[in-house]
């Protein structure tokens, strides 16, 4: 049974441009969270989809877009990098709105 | 105030010892508590997930919630080498508010042979 799978592993950016990350749930799930993990600090919630909508959203920018796909799978899409947009991003899958959601190994960006 | 909170630590204890972890919180609609494991450069595994107040036990682990005191805890019972990682606590209000998880920052353990 595959888990939840994020690609790319990471990358580097320079600052201005737009990067997309993309995630796969586990398989049976049909819920996408996105997560922005800082060094040192906890995952912070970016949004969720469920049913190709944006259902939820934390507090971020207009930058940070996203998509979900009828397969479930997704998209995070950032505009105009900044330097503190260097993090770990991390997706979760669930069942619904079922609040146990897995989280895939993360992409690591670094934008210079 | 963060509506989250959890001592970074870091926390070493020798193997065998009894772990305690914890974590505080502010917001009185949190409903639903989680703790997860996280490895370096790794994403976080789930651990424990407890509904409301009580106890959950799982092998070596044990998870408290006290929302009266707005406190949960997670006990690793003889802990192992293999148990050294980041610890976040991670809680969420239910359904009706969204299911966003909120994060305490982690607490770093480390566990010595």
């Known amino acids: 049974d595959a888990g939840v799978t994020q690609s790319p592993t990471h990358l580097i950016k320079t600052r201005g441009q737009q990067v997309t990350l993309r995630c796969s749930p586990k398989s049976g799930h049909d819920t996408v969270s996105w997560y922005q993990q800082a060094l040192g600090q906890g995952p912070q919630f970016i949004f969720q989809?469920?049913?190709?909508?944006?259902?939820q959203r934390g507090n971020f920018p207009d930058r940070f877009s996203g998509h979900q796909f009828p397969n479930y799978s997704s998209e995070l899409n950032v505009n105009a990098l900044l330097l503190g947009d260097s993090a770990l991003y991390l997706c979760?899958?669930?069942?619904?709105?079922?609040?146990?959601?897995?989280f895939g190994p993360g992409t690591r960006l670094l934008v210079l | 105030q963060k509506e989250v909170e959890q001592d970074p630590g870091p926390l070493s204890v020798p193997e065998g010892a009894i772990v305690s972890l914890n974590c505080t919180y502010s917001?009185?609609?949190?409903?639903?508590f989680m703790w997860y494991r996280q490895y370096s450069r790794k994403g976080p595994e789930l651990l424990m997930y407890?509904?409301?107040?009580g106890n959950k036990e799982d092998g070596r682990f044990t998870a408290q919630v006290d929302k009266s005191s707005k406190y949960i805890s997670l006990f690793i019972r003889d802990s192992q080498p293999s148990d050294s990682a980041t610890y976040l606590c991670a809680m969420s209000a239910g359904k009706q508010a969204g299911t966003a998880l909120i994060f305490g920052k982690g607490t770093t353990l480390s566990v010595s042979s």
């Open positions: 979760a899958s669930s069942v619904g709105f079922q609040e146990t959601q897995y």
């Open positions: 407890t509904y409301s107040s």
């Open positions: 989809y469920y049913e190709e909508e944006e259902r």
């Open positions: 917001n009185s609609a949190f409903q639903y």
